[in-house]
């Protein structure tokens, strides 16, 4: 097709105004297609988890007074949960030093599973059928009658406790009666929806703390 000059100039002019719009176009439309690109892709970035307890402290905003001052609003436990807690490391102490030489092994972890996570319930277990004990305690036919104090709390993390214990144990073999104190550290700790024993050992080992 032969164009004259007028017409070659009006095909020229729309060929640059067209340049020039696709030009526009891939200018400021294409960072919005990659940045929807970029949002529409997975992540490879980890994700942080819930922390801290399930119920964080309230907090105090008013000046503190000296005689109304609420110190669970600072801790991550409420009053009754580290009251729950004190309880429990206490009479888990005091359960733990009362056995009989007569009695299987499975009735003295049955009695401390009520106070332990599974599987500290599973180590007292394997301790208390202890061949070599068993035969011990039935030879001098031993009778031992726990009791507990609580002494103080060493730590407090976001989800436990540790408290330091004292153990009395009365203990008679045969005719023969004895006494014998103990200092625990127990940790007591979030699980699930209560609080149980997460570990406990000899007070001057030390303990760790959170179990997260």
Request: aromatic share 8%; hydrophobic share 35%; glycine share 8%.
């Amino acid at each position: 097709m032969n164009l004259n000059d007028r017409q070659r100039r009006f095909l020229f002019g729309g060929l640059v105004v067209l340049l020039a719009a696709i030009g526009l176009y891939l200018t400021f439309a294409a960072p919005d297609d990659d940045q929807d690109r970029r949002q529409a892709r997975p992540s490879n970035s980890p994700t942080a988890g819930p922390t801290g307890p399930a119920s964080p402290p309230p907090g105090i905003q008013n000046p503190v007074n000296p005689n109304d001052f609420d110190i669970y609003r600072l801790l991550p436990f409420s009053r009754a949960e580290f009251a729950t807690a004190a309880d429990l490391a206490q009479r888990f102490v005091a359960a733990y030093g009362t056995y009989r030489f007569d009695e299987p092994p499975e009735t003295y972890a049955t009695r401390l599973s009520g106070f332990v996570t599974d599987d500290l319930r599973a180590q007292l277990a394997r301790d208390a059928a202890t061949p070599g004990l068993l035969e011990e305690r039935r030879r001098n036919q031993v009778v031992a009658q726990g009791s507990a104090s609580l002494d103080q709390v060493r730590t407090i993390e976001n989800n436990s406790i540790i408290f330091v214990v004292t153990g009395t144990q009365r203990v008679s073999e045969g005719d023969a009666e004895s006494s014998d104190r103990k200092r625990y550290a127990v940790t007591v700790a979030r699980d699930g929806g209560s609080l149980k024993i997460y570990s406990f050992q000899p007070a001057d080992v030390g303990q760790a703390g959170d179990t997260g």
